[in-house]
């Protein structure tokens, strides 16, 4: 059975990591990577635009399915060796979270709504998972959108389909 997660990064960098195909969460780290399993649905949330900026962002900015079987590393600088996972992303809008803060499980009822997010990376409910792709895939709003493992990466990404 799917799980569902919610990666913590900043909109410049979770763009960059959807035209390369995959994700990379909390500085680098191999564990939060390898708690996914193909098929996994993932969306990110992007608290600033720029990685170390000040202008924030404050939404989900991407949604995908995780593809990739293993962690793997990949060499950014001579210094900096980070953990990646492959994951095949679904043409999205922004989703502000500020309207879903009452409705998500996770800030429901919080003031300090934003101290989850500090993890970088965390397991969400599929009620959650759902209502943030409802958001970002406004053409499927009537829909429960669920994670579908894709055989053929390169060609078809129709990463979500619809169920009755």
């Not at 095949?88 to 009822?109: E, N, V, W």
Request: charged share 20%.
């Amino acid at each position: 059975m799917a799980r569902y997660w919610c990666g913590v990064v900043s909109r410049e960098h979770i763009k960059f990591g959807e035209q390369g195909g995959f994700c990379q969460v909390c500085h680098g780290k191999r564990a939060p990577l390898a708690r996914m399993a193909v098929g996994d649905g993932i969306v990110f949330y992007s608290p600033v635009v720029q990685f170390r900026g000040k202008e924030k962002c404050q939404s989900f900015t991407a949604i995908g399915t995780v593809i990739g079987e293993e962690t793997y590393q990949f060499q950014m600088t001579p210094t900096f060796v980070p953990y990646r996972r492959d994951v095949a992303y679904q043409p999205c809008i922004d989703a502000p979270i500020h309207p879903l803060l009452d409705r998500l499980s996770f800030t429901k009822g919080l003031s300090s709504w934003g101290y989850k997010f500090r993890f970088g990376h965390f397991e969400i409910t599929d009620d959650d998972f759902s209502m943030i792709a409802q958001a970002m895939l406004p053409d499927s709003a009537q829909t429960v959108l669920n994670p579908a493992i894709q055989a053929q990466t390169s060609q078809n990404l129709d990463l979500f389909y619809d169920q009755d």
